[in-house]
């Protein structure tokens, strides 16, 4: 059983989480586990980067 202090000290660490910079506005992107199956493929951070991509690519 973990001790108390363990969990806590996990509990909202994201710095051993990768990340990537967005294609549209470059800044980093952390892992979701919402992304967790297709991480290689996510692009984009927002839905509004992904317009605007979608919009300068037409």
Same mark, same amino acid.
């Given at each position: 059983?973990?001790?108390?202090?363990q969990?806590?000290?996990?509990? =909202?660490?994201?710095?051993? #989480?990768?990340?990537?910079? /967005?294609?549209? /506005? =470059? #800044?980093?992107?952390?892992?979701?586990?919402?992304?967790?199956?297709?991480?290689?493929?996510?692009?984009? /951070?927002?839905?509004? /980067?992904?317009?605007?991509?979608?919009?300068?690519?037409?």
């Amino acid at each position: 059983m973990k001790s108390t202090s363990q969990a806590i000290a996990h509990r =909202g660490n994201k710095a051993h #989480l990768p990340s990537k910079p /967005c294609a549209v /506005c =470059g #800044l980093p992107m952390t892992w979701r586990r919402k992304w967790a199956r297709n991480w290689d493929e996510v692009r984009y /951070c927002s839905d509004a /980067c992904r317009r605007k991509r979608a919009h300068a690519a037409s």
